[in-house]
Structures are given as structure tokens and as C-alpha cells.
Nanobody
Framework: QVQLVESGGGLVQAGGSLRLSCAAS????????MGWFRQSPGKERELVAT???????TYADSVKGRFTISRNNAKNTVYLQMNSLKPEDTAVYYC?????????WGQGTQVTVSS
């Protein structure tokens, strides 16, 4: 059974930093794309960043230069380092692991940035 467990969310002031972690279990995910999405109230879930199995990845324009995604395949874990946080980064952040038609989601972790 695949399970994704996120941690690291919380309340931070604007300009601050947080580091999210997502630990995956149930199989080996070294060939999967691991990534982070977020959803704010009244908005659709949006991509934040992805890390491909071969080292490539993507970032949303809104977080480029501020967020860094990384992964540790030995630990089946993906991280999101978030710096220079803004109030508009406030959202529930979800971890996603995917390969072809297989998609798994975490339960989400709340990030709140106060102004």
C-alpha cells in the first residue's frame, strides 16, 4: 500500500522560510516524478515544483528563485525548501508521486504566511 506523509508546514512571517518533506512508502519511487502542488481556498490545485527521476524538473513561475525542490531516492523522500515566503504562498501543499497512469497524493500540509 502506497502512503505519502507530508510534514514541515506551519505559520511563518512574510520573508521567512519553511522546508516541507514528503516521505513515500509502499514501493521504490526512484523512477517516479515527485512533486509539490498547492491549493488555496476558492482556487484550483496548482503545480509548484516537480523533480523527475533523471534529475530534471519544473517550477511554477511564481516560485522560481525562491523555492527549491530536491529528492533523496534512497529515502523515498522529496523536499521543498521555501524561502522569501509571501502571503500569496498561503495554501495547503500536497505531495504527489506519479509515473505513467499511477498517481499518488499525500494528505496535504498547511502553510500560512502572515504579512
Amino acid at each position: 500500500q502506497v502512503q505519502l506523509v507530508e510534514s514541515g508546514g506551519g505559520l511563518v512571517q512574510a520573508g521567512g522560510s519553511l522546508r516541507l518533506s514528503c516521505a513515500a512508502s509502499g514501493r521504490t519511487f526512484s523512477l517516479y516524478t515527485m512533486g509539490w502542488f498547492r491549493q488555496s481556498p476558492g482556487k484550483e490545485r496548482e503545480l509548484v515544483a516537480t523533480a523527475n527521476w533523471n534529475g530534471g524538473g519544473t517550477y511554477a513561475d511564481s516560485v522560481k528563485g525562491r523555492f527549491t525542490i530536491s529528492r533523496n531516492n534512497a529515502k523515498n523522500t522529496v523536499y521543498l525548501q521555501m524561502n522569501s515566503l509571501k502571503p500569496e504562498d498561503t495554501a495547503v501543499y500536497y505531495c504527489r508521486v506519479a509515473r505513467l497512469s499511477e498517481i499518488y497524493w499525500g494528505q496535504g500540509t498547511q502553510v500560512t504566511v502572515s504579512s
